[in-house]
């Protein structure tokens, strides 16, 4: 169209020239022969001019015809490139998010390896220490024993001197202490992670309860709550998940699950309508943590809800 309009003022001026050579004054003379032939022949010059002109704006409009068809194609090619591009950035997010959740899984059972590790070498330091304990008990038993008496230079007799068990002055054997009725922590935490990668969610909760209840400042009471919070998130119960999260985050703000448990507990609020809440929890997870792998399924998770990761206000809406 830009050359069409570049054309129109030549043709314009054509037309109008012509105009003023054909009704241009005759002489007084006119209408001999000669006058007539003259007339004729700039006649004939204007019918000339007039197809060239024509053969001109033909040829110039097949140019620009031909541009416009080149224009239209290479308009088609890149539209279907961009829905190709499009397609192929579809396809490579789909791809990173499955790595990035496969990542997650895997560094949560990472971190329960260490959970499981830090577990048993506690208890193999309690150990230790209850033998170091029975062995100063030992030696200073021993010690007593081998003291000598007031006067008389013999031993002091010990516990089971005279008739090998120390009674209570009728004979009756003394009485044992009752044993801890609490559950063993290592055991039973690791029963808990079993049942739970099994589907024995009841079974799982049971004993993460256990742990929970009997020793609540140990860390693995932190695991434990985290799994509690994993077990009512699947069940949709959102509202004890995220009691169960924030246990975790509050008490246990160290542990290793505390990313997790921050990542589920937005999670969580989002399915709970609580959006405000949802996404405050996504941001404070990338700023307190942000090369954790939970981390990146947060920064997703906002882009796909077309939200920005950085909040311009830092207030902490109501959960």
């Known amino acids: 169209m830009k050359r069409l309009n570049t054309i129109r003022p030549y043709v314009t001026a054509a037309l109008i020239g012509a105009a003023l050579f054909v009704f241009a004054p005759v002489p007084s003379y006119a209408g001999t022969k000669e006058d007539l032939q003259a007339l004729k022949d700039r006649v004939d010059q204007l019918v000339d001019m007039m197809q060239r002109l024509q053969s001109t704006v033909d040829s110039k409009m097949g140019v620009l015809q031909h541009l416009t068809e080149q224009t239209a194609d290479n308009s088609n090619r890149v539209a279907a490139a961009m829905d190709d591009l499009q397609r192929k950035l579809a396809t490579q997010n789909e791809a990173l998010s499955g790595k990035v959740d496969t990542a997650a ?43 000598p008496s007031g006067g008389g230079g013999a031993p002091a007799p010990g516990p089971g001197a005279g008739g090998g068990m120390a009674n209570n002055g009728g004979g009756a054997p003394a009485a ?10 290592q055991e039973t935490y690791q029963a808990g992670v079993r049942d739970y990668n099994s589907g024995k969610y009841q079974v799982a909760q049971s004993e993460f309860q256990d742990v929970v209840n009997y020793y609540p400042q140990d860390d693995m009471a932190g695991g434990a709550q985290f799994y509690l919070g994993e077990i009512a998130y699947k069940g949709q119960d959102y509202a004890n998940a995220v009691k169960a999260y924030n246990a975790v985050l509050e008490t246990f703000p160290n542990s290793s699950k505390a990313p997790a448990a921050q990542l589920h507990k937005g999670y969580a609020l989002l ?21 954790k792998p939970e981390a990146m399924q947060a920064r997703s998770k906002l882009n796909g809800m077309g939200v920005r990761i950085t909040a311009t206000a830092p207030t902490r809406p109501t959960e």
Request: proline residues 7%.
């Open 105 to 147: 899984g895997q560094m949560q059972s990472v971190n329960d390896s260490i959970d499981e590790v830090k577990a048993r070498l506690a208890k193999l330091d309690r150990s230790i220490q209850d033998l170091q304990t029975q062995i100063q008990n030992t030696q200073q038993q021993q010690q007593q024993q081998t003291a």
């Open 176 to 185: 044992v202490p009752a044993a801890n009725p609490a559950p063993p922590l």
């Open 271 to 291: 399915l709970m309508n609580k959006k405000d809440a949802g996404v405050h929890e996504l941001r404070a997870l990338i700023q307190k943590h942000p090369d």
